[in-house]
Nanobody
Framework: QVQLVESGGGLVHAGGSLRLSCAASGRAFSSYGMGWFRQAPGKEREFVAAIRWSGGSTYYADSVKGRFTISRDNAKNTVYLQMNSLKPEDTAVYYC????WGLGVTAKDEYDYWGQGTQVTVSS
């Protein structure tokens, strides 16, 4: 069992930056693939970024490529999402998720554990 707790959300002006953190419980964190997803009001939850268990491979949605960076610190059981050049359309609740197969995939149905989410609001 893995418990995930996100933090770092907030209100920021367009063009600004935020760094989200996701702290995981459990000794198996380093073997999990990790992903970030987001859900805006009235929309489905969508993929944002993912990272394999080793950190050697990362994946991004086209909408955030070049602006967001996913990383992980296995010693701290934490995964991060650095978000730069934020846009109003990035406004959503951001969720981190863990994939026990370690792959860091893009499909939300492949993830086994989810956090409660953190709100990110970007004003224009």
């Amino acid at each position: 069992q893995v418990q995930l707790v996100e933090s770092g959300g907030g209100l920021v002006h367009a063009g600004g930056s935020l760094r989200l953190s996701c702290a995981a419980s459990g000794r198996a964190f380093s073997s999990y693939g990790m992903g970030w997803f987001r859900q805006a009001p009235g929309k489905e939850r969508e993929f944002v970024a993912a990272i394999r268990w080793s950190g050697g491979s990362t994946y991004y949605a086209d909408s955030v490529k070049g602006r967001f960076t996913i990383s992980r610190d296995n010693a701290k059981n934490t995964v991060y999402l650095q978000m730069n050049s934020l846009k109003p359309e990035d406004t959503a609740v951001y969720y981190c998720a863990a994939d026990r197969w370690g792959l860091g995939v893009t499909a939300k149905d492949e993830y086994d554990y989810w956090g409660q989410g953190t709100q990110v609001t970007v004003s224009s």
